[in-house]
């Protein structure tokens, strides 16, 4: 059995300030609720993981780079996350992909570095919107998949985040067919290289306009064992609900 995780992804948003939203979000996790992430700006990860001690949210990071060390100024490793206390790291975001050139081949990398440093790596896939209006959709999403997951994926150490790129910020949602499709792709593909036996047990998150309206009629799909959230997750009343809307799902 998959357990459910709502991760929340707050971008380049938050000072030490915003960290009281964790310590309200903390009181309405509850025991037997899905699993809870936070993933900060990197300045914050420390002070988020002692803010949150004891509490049933863990705390991950946005990126991690491909060696443990080095003359890479601005850069943090995943044994430098890890140290913080942080247990998961975002990886491959489109925004990355975009903005930073990050490659599948790069993703991978970044994914191996973070299993070495005992993260779990959240691996985003996604397409744009010219690939979803020239029906390149799952072509996509399968190169990613080959190039962005190395070999020996699995649910202990991976989870894969579904995030149509026209979707994220937008305002707009793909219809539950369409998010359908692409979840039950991504676990055929999973099954097909690692085997049932591992492929059923990596979690697959959907992400790109999650919001409280519209998260319960997601979490009714198969394989949508949650979300990866951007702005909803900002504030403990926003991210709450669809903590709960997963948690009944």
């Given at each position: 059995?998959?357990?459910?995780?709502?991760?929340?992804?707050?971008?380049?948003?938050?000072?030490?300030?915003?960290?009281?939203?964790?310590?309200?979000?903390?009181?309405h996790v509850k025991p037997g609720d899905a699993e809870t992430l936070i993933c900060p700006p990197a300045p914050?990860?420390?002070?988020?993981?002692?803010?949150?001690?004891?509490?049933?949210?863990?705390?991950?990071?946005?990126?991690?780079?491909?060696?443990?060390?080095?003359?890479?100024?601005?850069?943090?490793?995943?044994?430098?996350?890890?140290?913080?206390?942080?247990?998961?790291?975002?990886?491959?975001?489109?925004?990355?992909?975009?903005?930073?050139?990050?490659?599948?081949?790069?993703?991978?990398?970044?994914?191996?570095?973070?299993?070495?440093?005992?993260?779990?790596?959240?691996?985003?896939?996604?397409?744009?919107?010219?690939?979803?209006?020239?029906?390149?959709?799952?072509?996509?999403?399968?190169?990613?998949?080959?190039?962005?997951?190395?070999?020996?994926?699995?649910?202990?150490?991976?989870?894969?985040?579904?995030?149509?790129?026209?979707?994220?910020?937008?305002?707009?949602?793909?219809?539950?067919?369409?998010?359908?499709?692409?979840?039950?792709?991504?676990?055929?593909?999973?099954?097909?290289?690692?085997?049932?036996?591992?492929?059923?047990?990596?979690?697959?998150?959907?992400?790109?306009?999650?919001?409280?309206?519209?998260?319960?009629?997601?979490?009714?799909?198969?394989?949508?064992?949650?979300?990866?959230?951007?702005?909803?997750?900002?504030?403990?009343?926003?991210?709450?609900?669809?903590?709960?809307?997963?948690?009944?799902?």
């Open positions: 059995m998959r357990r459910k995780l709502a991760a929340g992804n707050w971008k380049m948003n938050g000072t030490a300030g915003a960290l009281s939203e964790l310590v309200e979000l903390a009181k914050l990860l420390y002070l988020a993981c002692e803010k949150l001690r004891g509490t049933a949210i863990a705390i991950g990071a946005q990126d991690c780079h491909i060696e443990a060390s080095g003359a890479y100024t601005g850069d943090i490793s995943a044994p430098m996350v890890a140290d913080t206390g942080a247990t998961y790291v975002i990886l491959g975001h489109s925004e990355r992909r975009d903005a930073h050139d990050e490659t599948n081949a790069d993703i991978a990398a970044k994914t191996r570095a973070a299993w070495g440093a005992g993260l779990t790596a959240i691996i985003c896939i996604g397409e744009s919107g010219a690939d979803r209006e020239e029906d390149k959709t799952l072509d996509v999403i399968a190169a990613q998949l080959a190039g962005s997951v190395p070999e020996n994926a699995s649910g202990q150490n991976s989870v894969i985040a579904y995030e149509p790129i026209w979707a994220i910020g937008t305002g707009k949602t793909p219809t539950l067919d369409q998010i359908v499709e692409v979840h039950d792709f991504i676990r055929a593909r999973l099954n097909d290289r690692f085997g049932q036996e591992t492929g059923d047990t990596i979690r697959l998150l959907y992400g790109g306009s999650v919001k409280s309206e519209n998260a319960a009629e997601i979490f009714t799909a198969e394989n949508v064992d949650g979300a990866l959230v951007g702005g909803a997750s900002l504030k403990a009343a926003d991210f709450a609900p669809i903590i709960k809307a997963l948690s009944r799902a």
